[in-house]
Nanobody
Framework: QVQLIESGGGSVQAGASLRLSCLASGRAVGNYLMGWFRQAPGQERELIAAIRRSGGNVINGDSMKGRFTISADYRQNMVFLQMFSLKPEDTAVYYC??????????????????WGKGTLVTVFS
């Protein structure tokens, strides 16, 4: 069992930056890579990005707009999402996820082993 706890969400004005963090814990957590999804009101959850444990390879979803950067410190079992120039359409619940498989298809489908409870990001104009 792996537990994921997100932090860093909040309410910000358009144009601001925000950094989300996710801490993983539990048995065999070292077997999992981690990433971020988001779900805007009335929309399906979508992949932002996932980052591999070794080599730093990244799976990018359509939500990875170029204003977001994913990074990780897997020694601390943490993954981060740095968001710049936030827009009102970035308003969503942001979820951390973990899975053992580095597969673009699996991550794009959102077929993950574990999910965090999410952190809300609200961007107002």
């Amino acid at each position: 069992q792996v537990q994921l706890i997100e932090s860093g969400g909040g309410s910000v004005q358009a144009g601001a930056s925000l950094r989300l963090s996710c801490l993983a814990s539990g048995r065999a957590v070292g077997n999992y890579l981690m990433g971020w999804f988001r779900q805007a009101p009335g929309q399906e959850r979508e992949l932002i990005a996932a980052i591999r444990r070794s080599g730093g390879n990244v799976i990018n979803g359509d939500s990875m707009k170029g204003r977001f950067t994913i990074s990780a410190d897997y020694r601390q079992n943490m993954v981060f999402l740095q968001m710049f120039s936030l827009k009102p359409e970035d308003t969503a619940v942001y979820y951390c996820a973990a899975d053992q498989v580095y597969s673009t298809d699996k991550w794009v489908r959102g077929d993950m082993d574990y999910w965090g409870k999410g952190t809300l990001v609200t961007v107002f104009s």
